[in-house]
């Protein structure tokens, strides 16, 4: 499998496991150790041990869409996916957004490094 196929990849499994009831095992497992995410307010920017911690709290996310994903590799072990998808958590109104999120290899396992939420 592609690299830019496995970063498509591990980005759905993303949105699945935020679908379930332990939606922050996936940033528990992928998220780097200085891993940065820019989202929407209150929130702004989080390091790991922020995004694991308000994940853990946050309702999953019932419905998602998302919508002509497209991967850029940035070097042989690293790339970044970007794509719109619209989005509904349990008990909130939904919406969308631009996604974008830079995935890195490190001892042969692909690792989020950054993820970005911009509301449209």
Known sequence: MSLEEQILEVELEQWKIL???DGAAFYR???LKDALMAVPAPHGIMDRDTVVSEVTGAPPIVEYELFDP???????????IVYSMWQRRKGQEGFKAAISSVYTVQ??????AYHQQTRL
Not at 70 to 80: A, F, N, Q
Not at 107 to 112: A, F, I, N, P
């Open 19 to 21: 679908s379930s009831d």
């Open 107 to 112: 001892d042969g396992e692909l690792y989020m």
């Open 29 to 31: 497992d992928r998220l």
């Open 70 to 80: 497209k991967v850029v590799l940035l070097t042989p072990d690293s790339g970044v």
